[in-house]
């Protein structure tokens, strides 16, 4: 069966440095792979995509960045975090037969101080 | 206007009661629709897909309406368990993969 996985759980970053959250997915292969970012009490707002290795499409402008350097592995950076970037990150899969349903990881709640 | 639209609820039920949730959406083109169940603090989970024919799932019933552009889930016989944000997901195209997601409806169910 497949499994996701997020780290760290939780994080607490000053202003200005950098962010490294990594997800992998194990038991299936060639997956879409997704960013959200989940602000107190809000629903969830996609960053990232990716359909392979390589391959990322961002959906609003940001102060984030993401990498998929192998084909079960999406990364999301900052070089410089901003308070706004607090918030509940969550990584998601998807696979054929229907691309469409979306599975999600634990989560890796942020805070920016 | 939001792509996908919500009441933020909260709905309070006590348990046994029947709720029902809509959802509505902007863009015309979507193609696949979800409903996922969030517990506080937690990642969301998928609860059901929605098709054109309505669908059942035990004490849960998802319908859509493709007219008016809009999403239902229905509760029977609630649960304590049931207590949780329900989010209602659209998606943009047929495995075009970006899904929009509403703001949530947040369902306590009383005893």
């Known amino acids: 069966s497949q499994t996701i996985h997020q780290w760290p759980a939780t994080l607490v970053q000053p202003v200005g440095s950098p962010l490294s959250l990594e997800c992998t997915v194990e038991?299936?292969?060639?997956?879409?792979l997704y960013w959200y970012r989940q602000a107190a009490g809000r629903g969830l707002q996609l960053l990232f995509y990716?359909?392979?290795?390589?391959?990322i499409s961002s959906e609003v402008p940001q102060n984030l960045s993401a990498s998929r350097p192998q084909d079960r592995q999406f990364i999301l950076s900052s070089k410089k975090l901003l308070l706004s970037d607090s918030g509940f990150y969550l990584c998601?899969?998807?696979?054929?037969?229907?691309?469409?349903?979306?599975?999600f990881g634990p989560g890796t709640r942020l805070t920016v101080l | 206007r939001k792509e996908v639209e919500q009441d933020p609820g909260p709905f309070n039920v006590p348990e046994g009661a029947t709720v029902a949730f809509n959802c509505t959406y902007s863009?015309?083109?979507?193609?696949?629709f979800f409903w996922y169940r969030q517990d506080c603090r937690k990642e969301p989970k998928l609860l059901m897909s929605?098709?054109?024919s309505g669908n059942e799932d035990g004490r849960f019933t998802a319908q859509l309406n493709r007219a008016s552009q809009y999403i239902s889930l229905l509760i029977r016989d609630s649960k304590l368990s049931d207590s949780a944000t329900y989010l209602c997901?659209?998606?943009?195209?047929?495995?075009?993969?970006?899904?929009?997601f509403g703001d949530g409806t947040t369902l306590t169910v009383k005893p």
């Open positions: 997901v659209v998606n943009r195209g047929a495995n075009a993969g970006k899904s929009t």
């Open positions: 929605v098709y054109s």
């Open positions: 998601a899969w998807a696979t054929p037969p229907n691309r469409d349903e979306q599975f």
């Open positions: 990716s359909v392979g290795i390589g391959q």
């Open positions: 038991g299936t292969s060639n997956p879409n």
């Open positions: 863009n015309s083109a979507s193609q696949s």
